[in-house]
Each structure stands twice: as C-alpha cells, then as structure tokens.
C-alpha cells in the first residue's frame, strides 16, 4: 500500500530534550516535506527537500532540522524542543517539486512539550 | 501575514444541499490552487485542483471556482453528505521564473464542514 508513515503517532517529552520524528515513504517521492498545524494557523510549512540531499527552509524554519540522506526517509529532528514547539506535525511527499503532483500526508504526529 | 485566508472557521449545511468553501489570498504570484480534506485523526488528503490559466475545475460533486482578478477561490460541492463532513484547507503554491516550483504550499487557516443528515 503506497503510504507515509511517521513515527511516533503522540509523544510528550520535556524542555531541552532531544528528539526525532520520523517520516517513510514507500511511493519512490522525490520531494517531502515537514508541516506544523496549529488552531487558527492552518499548516505551516517547516523544511522540504526537492530530493536527496537537498533541503530548504518553509515558513517556520527556527528550532528544527531536518535531514534527507535517503530517498524514502525525511526525519525531523527538535534539538532542544520548547512548550511552542507543542503541535501537530505532518509529514508529506510528492514525485517532485511541482505543485501538480499530489502531495501525500502522513497521518500526523502530535508532540506535546512540557 | 497569511498570504492564503479562509475567513469562515467553521460551515454548517443540511444534507443534499450546496456547500460553499471560501477562500483569499494576496500573493499575485500564486499560480496554482489546491483544495485538501482531512479528518480527525488523519493527514490532509488531496481534493481537487486549479490552475492559474483557469476559472473553474469540476471533478464529481465537487467544483472549484478561481477569480484572479479578486483573488478569490471557492469550493463548491453539490450535494452535500455527511461523509463531507472535515476540515477543507485552501492551499497555494508558485513557480519561480524559470518554471520551477519552490516546492512550498501556502495553507489557509481551514475551514470546518459539518453536514446535517
């Protein structure tokens, strides 16, 4: 079944504890991409990368990293999270950068720090 | 700045009957619109789309209306089922001047659908 998937689905940590999300996808995508969806804000684009190796910051780059060393895995990295870092993260790929190729989500990951 | 606005938090409509989506932007050089669906509980799924170069996509229930001029877009569906019932997000994206994509979407805030039996 083509799909993203993130690991883990909820987490709650605490303040200065580092931590990684994951995000897989089995559909062969060259493009991905890390969203943060927050009341009112709709989803803000944090990091994409057009392919591997290649990354570029979205709207709300500060306190992320992201790293794309294989094609299939975009891993979301928090250093040192902080309570506005508390959120709904989604992962998404596509087969390129174009808008005309559907971006596929995965099914989200809520992060809650203390 | 939210470059991409859908004003109507929330949107509540009887079964059977037409559903209308809203949604603005200011970016004069968005070039391409999409509409995505998501439950709770679950990522956003993709909707239907519209280009820049058109004023309206239909595909099915739903229909997707672009006015350029007021930068303005909405998604209608017709008719309206429980099973509609999601949060709509409006979302943009742009090409650079050589043709390429930033590979970036610009989320509107979305818009809650509730249809009534």
């Known amino acids: 079944e083509a799909q993203v998937t993130q690991n883990p689905r909820y987490l709650i940590t605490v303040t200065g504890k580092k931590l990684t999300v994951t995000c897989s996808q089995n559909m062969n995508h060259e493009y991905m991409s890390w969203y943060r969806q927050d009341p009112g804000l709709g989803l803000r684009q944090i990091y994409y990368?057009?392919?591997?190796?290649?990354?570029d910051k979205g709207d709300v780059p500060e306190g992320y990293k992201v790293s794309r060393k294989e094609k299939r895995n975009f891993p979301l990295i928090l250093e040192s999270p902080s309570p506005n870092q508390t959120s709904l993260y989604f992962c998404?790929?596509?087969?390129?950068?174009?808008?005309?190729?559907?971006?596929?989500f995965g099914p989200g990951t809520r992060l809650t720090v203390l | 700045d939210q470059q991409v606005k859908q004003n109507s938090p929330s949107l509540s409509v009887q079964e059977g009957r037409i559903s209308i989506l809203n949604c603005d932007y200011t970016?004069?050089?968005?070039?391409?619109f999409l509409w995505y669906k998501k439950y709770p509980a679950e990522g956003p799924t993709f909707l239907i789309s519209i280009s820049s170069i058109k004023d309206k996509n239909e595909d099915g229930r739903f229909t997707v209306f672009l006015n350029k001029s007021a930068k303005h877009l909405s998604l209608h569906i017709v008719p309206s089922q429980p099973g509609d019932s999601a949060v709509y997000f409006c979302a943009a994206s742009e090409q650079d001047a050589g043709g390429t994509s930033y590979g970036k979407l610009t989320f509107g805030q979305g818009t809650i659908l509730t249809v009534h039996p």
């Open positions: 990368s057009m392919n591997v190796e290649v990354t």
């Open positions: 970016n004069s050089m968005f070039d391409y």
């Open positions: 998404a790929s596509s087969l390129g950068g174009s808008p005309y190729n559907e971006q596929f």
